[in-house]
């Protein structure tokens, strides 16, 4: 797949204001400062999603719309302690009205960070998605940063600590690099095609 044009066409936290047409939808939900506005920017090749240097900083729910086709969907990210309870409670209630009824939701992706185990968030994520049947695809993010070495080790320890099956899939990639981005827009493919 060759992404040729890319348009923001809902920025909102209101299942009222999300498009209505039947698109199908990929979210893409992660832990803050997991790297995901700049795994989206890249995955796009512009500069759509901010990136910011202070986690916490996407609170809506982006509707990106791809060649017309369908549509990636950026979710607020989960788990940034600097945010008040009051806001992250929110923004946990937005996430899952979301992914509970949106009927043009196919997949969801969840991002981890590779240097570390998933935390707490991540693995509740990850067994939510397995309650709703979304679950099965992790991008492991900032490759870069890790050795071959530990890049391996840390694979198993998400693929353990998230309870993965041998079927369900891990990406690793690096946003800086690109590596492992034609193998994300390679699934983004397949998944469009069942």
Not at 103 to 129: C, F, G, S
């Amino acid at each position: 797949m060759i992404i040729k044009q890319v348009i923001l066409v809902a920025v909102t936290g209101k299942p009222s204001q999300y498009p209505k047409d039947d698109k199908k939808e990929i979210a893409i939900v992660g832990r803050s400062n997991v790297g995901k506005s700049s795994l989206i920017n890249r995955l796009f090749n512009q500069k759509l999603a901010k990136v910011s240097s202070s986690p916490g900083k996407t609170r809506t729910i982006n509707f990106y719309e791809i060649n017309e086709r369908f549509r990636i969907v950026d979710l607020p990210g989960y788990g940034y302690a600097k945010v008040s309870k009051s806001i992250s409670k929110n923004w946990g209630d937005m996430i899952e009205a979301y992914l509970k009824e949106r009927p043009n939701l196919i997949k969801v992706i969840q991002l981890v960070d590779i240097r570390h185990a998933p935390t707490q968030q991540d693995i509740q994520m990850y067994e939510w998605m397995r309650y709703y049947r979304m679950d099965g695809l992790i991008v492991a993010t900032k490759i870069d940063k890790v050795s071959k070495n530990e890049l391996l080790k840390n694979m198993g320890i998400i693929r353990k600590n998230l309870g993965l099956s041998e079927k369900d899939k891990i990406i690793p990639v690096s946003a800086l690099k690109r590596t492992g981005m034609d193998d994300l827009i390679k699934e983004l493919e397949e998944l469009l095609e069942e």
